[in-house]
T-cell receptor, first 109, second 116 residues
Framework: GQNIDQPTEMTATEGAIVQINCTYQTSGFNGLFWYQQHAGEAPTFLSYNVLDGLEEKGRFSSFLSRSKGYSYLLLKELQMKDSASYLCAVLDSNYQLIWGAGTKLIIKP | NAGVTQTPKFRILKIGQSMTLQCTQD?????MYWYRQDPGMGLKLIYY???????DKGEVPNGYNVSRSTTEDFPLRLELAAPSQTSVYFC???????????????FGPGTRLTVL
């Protein structure tokens, strides 16, 4: 079967750095997405990785290791507005997105 | 440019009732999707469409139907509502070429449906 694992909840302090991990086992791999979802709102796109390595975009970075079936999202200089759920999703061999359950990130002052 | 819009935002249905969830996008995207999101679970694909006149089942299609008569609109129909269909429903769209579908999906604001 297809499976994507993320921690259910994480807590971090404003101004700090947090790393949200995602491991996957899917039938094929055509890329990995990270989305942000604030409570009661729609998911919004953060990043896409298809090759191994680190992609940096401002305060957010995303890393991929295809051989390990592993990705992480790194958030730097945390702000209160970063309190949200972070969704990991993998494009499988049929180019369908398989979604993890999401990691709820709580930022404390 | 409104992006992806969905109506209604909230709805309460009685068991056995029917309804249509509306979804419209104005980005000229060819792909459109319907997902449901249950608490503590990942998004589950219900149906998707790769263009006007073409639809296909996703992971959880039972109890739902769709149509795609235009590029812009992709309504989702619930024929006989059941409590198991209580969920948040998201419509999304993307522009993909060559069947690779690696492009970003843009989501509507969601419809919160309760079936009692």
């Amino acid at each position: 079967g297809q499976n994507i694992d993320q921690p259910t909840e994480m807590t971090a302090t404003e101004g700090a750095i947090v790393q949200i991990n995602c491991t996957y086992q899917t039938s094929g791999f055509n890329g990995l997405f990270w989305y942000q979802q604030h409570a009661g709102e729609a998911p919004t796109f953060l990043s896409y990785n298809v090759l191994d390595g680190l992609e940096e975009k401002g305060r957010f970075s995303s890393f991929l290791s295809r051989s390990k079936g592993y990705s992480y999202l790194l958030l730097k200089e945390l702000q209160m507005k970063d309190s949200a759920s972070y969704l990991c999703a993998v494009l499988d061999s049929n180019y369908q997105l398989i979604w993890g359950a999401g990691t709820k990130l709580i930022i404390k002052p | 440019n409104a992006g992806v819009t969905q109506t209604p935002k909230f709805r309460i249905l009685k068991i056995g009732q029917s309804m249509t969830l509306q979804c419209t996008q104005d980005m000229n995207h060819n792909y459109m999707y319907w997902y449901r999101q249950d608490p503590g679970m990942g998004l589950k694909l219900i149906y998707y469409s790769v263009g006007a006149g073409i639809t296909d089942k996703g992971e959880v299609p039972n109890g739902y139907n769709v149509s795609r008569s235009t590029t812009e609109d992709f309504p989702l129909r619930l024929e006989l509502a059941a409590p198991s269909q209580t969920s948040v429903y998201f419509c999304a769209s993307s522009y993909s070429t060559g069947g690779t579908n690696t492009d970003t999906q843009y989501f509507g604001p969601g419809t919160r449906l309760t079936v009692l």
